[in-house]
Each structure stands twice: as structure tokens, then as C-alpha cells.
């Protein structure tokens, strides 16, 4: 048996985004954001993902500019982590995820939270000017902003909050949106996100074209 299907690469790529192009709704996204945009419907396989797509006005230049002086990219999860594709980055940037530190568990118990929020806490030394990609976890991502509001000297350059779930994404991705910080941000509104489309973003903002065979 044989079935009838592309097994071109280069052709399913073409043909994937030649689909996105013509039912996805674009024109509401802006210039610059448009590839970023594109790698996310391509990534969750969603043109309607474009529906709940919100950003800041300067999310875009504010991360390149981050990128490519250096600065690092925050996981809150291991897949966003290891979905980045570090021969695309600008500046050999570093990627941490820290969820293997040995003091998470006390620091969560410590703060009566999750393990990946408690991560955020050992973010601190590096969060200033950082990008930070949350694809999991919205108490990560809720304590991102509590910390930024105690100290704005720690305020990151872009903050990609885009978590998947059923308790707390919609709430923690509005929070982000609305934020009274000045966080440049992009989000999916409502329940849709993960490592998937998050990495998806990330690594178009570094100029890779995300192709998978």
C-alpha cells in the first residue's frame, strides 16, 4: 500500500504558508509583526488564532533590538527552551529555563506558589532588558508582573505571554495586555497558547523561518 501525499520539503512549506496567506486574516496585523504572525497560525495549524492575537505598539522593534544586543530569552518550561533554534540567534544569545534548580522546591514552598513561578524569582539577576517567552505556565507569568511592579529596574524588553490552559491563561494573558508597567507584549487571548506557538514566535523575532521537513 502507498499513500498519495507531498513528500517535498521544500514544497509543504511553500504550500503551508501559501494556505495561511490566503485565509488568514493579515491586514490587521502590522508589517512588522507579520512573520511573527504567520509562524504562530503555522505552529498551532489556526488561521483564526489571529482573532485573539494582541500586542503593544513597540513589541516588536523592542525585542529585535533586545536580540540582537545580546540579550537572553526566559523559558518558564523546558519545551520552549529546547524549541529555539539556536543557530538563528542574533547574537548566540543565552536561553535559560531554570526549572532544574535545586532551590526551587523550598522557594516555592517559600512563596506559597508553583515551582515555575518561584523560577521567575531567580530570574531577577538577568530580567532587566531580557526577553521572556511564557508558553505554559500563567503563575509564571502572573508573578512576572508582580515582580516587575516591585522593582521596575527589572522591567524586560518583551515579554511574550502566551500560556495554554483552563485555569488562569485567559486571566494571566489579560493581565499582561492591560498591564499599567509599560511590558511590551504579545499574548493569545483566551485559553489558546503553549510551547508551540510561543517558540514559534520567538523564533521568528530572531529571524529564523521555523522550516521543518
Same mark, same amino acid.
Given at each position: 500500500?502507498?499513500?498519495?501525499?507531498?513528500?517535498?520539503?521544500?514544497?509543504?512549506?511553500?504550500?503551508?504558508?501559501?494556505?495561511? /496567506?490566503?485565509?488568514?486574516?493579515?491586514?490587521?496585523?502590522?508589517?512588522?509583526?507579520?512573520?511573527?504572525?504567520?509562524?504562530?497560525?503555522?505552529?498551532?495549524?489556526?488561521?483564526?488564532?489571529?482573532?485573539?492575537?494582541?500586542? =503593544? $505598539?513597540? #513589541?516588536?522593534?523592542?525585542?529585535?533590538?533586545?536580540?540582537?544586543?545580546?540579550?537572553?530569552?526566559?523559558?518558564?518550561?523546558?519545551?520552549?527552551?529546547?524549541?529555539?533554534?539556536?543557530?538563528?540567534? $542574533?547574537?548566540?544569545?543565552?536561553?535559560?529555563?531554570? #526549572?532544574?534548580?535545586?532551590?526551587?522546591?523550598?522557594?516555592?514552598? /517559600?512563596?506559597?506558589?508553583?515551582?515555575?513561578?518561584?523560577?521567575?524569582? !531567580?530570574?531577577?539577576?538577568?530580567?532587566?532588558?531580557?526577553?521572556?517567552?511564557?508558553?505554559?505556565? $500563567?503563575?509564571?507569568?502572573?508573578?512576572?508582573?508582580?515582580?516587575?511592579?516591585?522593582?521596575?529596574?527589572?522591567?524586560?524588553?518583551?515579554? !511574550?505571554?502566551?500560556?495554554?490552559?483552563?485555569?488562569?491563561?485567559?486571566?494571566?494573558?489579560?493581565?499582561?495586555?492591560?498591564?499599567?508597567?509599560?511590558?511590551?507584549?504579545?499574548?493569545?487571548?483566551?485559553?489558546?497558547?503553549? =510551547?508551540?506557538?510561543?517558540?514559534?514566535?520567538?523564533?521568528?523575532?530572531?529571524?529564523?523561518?521555523?522550516?521543518?521537513?
Amino acid at each position: 500500500m502507498r499513500y498519495d501525499y507531498q513528500t517535498d520539503g521544500a514544497e509543504i512549506y511553500r504550500q503551508s504558508f501559501a494556505i495561511i /496567506e490566503a485565509e488568514a486574516d493579515l491586514d490587521r496585523v502590522p508589517a512588522e509583526l507579520r512573520p511573527v504572525a504567520v509562524r504562530m497560525v503555522h505552529a498551532s495549524g489556526q488561521v483564526d488564532l489571529l482573532d485573539d492575537l494582541a500586542w =503593544s $505598539p513597540d #513589541l516588536a522593534a523592542s525585542a529585535t533590538a533586545a536580540l540582537r544586543r545580546g540579550a537572553p530569552i526566559l523559558c518558564d518550561s523546558r519545551m520552549v527552551a529546547s524549541g529555539i533554534i539556536r543557530s538563528r540567534l $542574533p547574537r548566540d544569545n543565552q536561553v535559560l529555563c531554570l #526549572l532544574g534548580d535545586p532551590r526551587l522546591d523550598t522557594l516555592a514552598a /517559600e512563596l506559597g506558589t508553583t515551582r515555575t513561578a518561584a523560577a521567575v524569582e !531567580l530570574w531577577r539577576p538577568v530580567l532587566p532588558g531580557a526577553v521572556v517567552a511564557i508558553g505554559n505556565a $500563567p503563575t509564571a507569568l502572573f508573578h512576572l508582573l508582580e515582580v516587575v511592579a516591585q522593582d521596575p529596574d527589572l522591567t524586560p524588553a518583551a515579554v !511574550l505571554g502566551i500560556p495554554v490552559g483552563f485555569v488562569g491563561a485567559a486571566e494571566s494573558k489579560r493581565a499582561l495586555a492591560g498591564n499599567p508597567l509599560g511590558l511590551e507584549y504579545l499574548v493569545v487571548h483566551g485559553r489558546r497558547g503553549g =510551547s508551540a506557538v510561543t517558540v514559534a514566535a520567538i523564533n521568528a523575532l530572531c529571524g529564523s523561518d521555523g522550516r521543518t521537513g
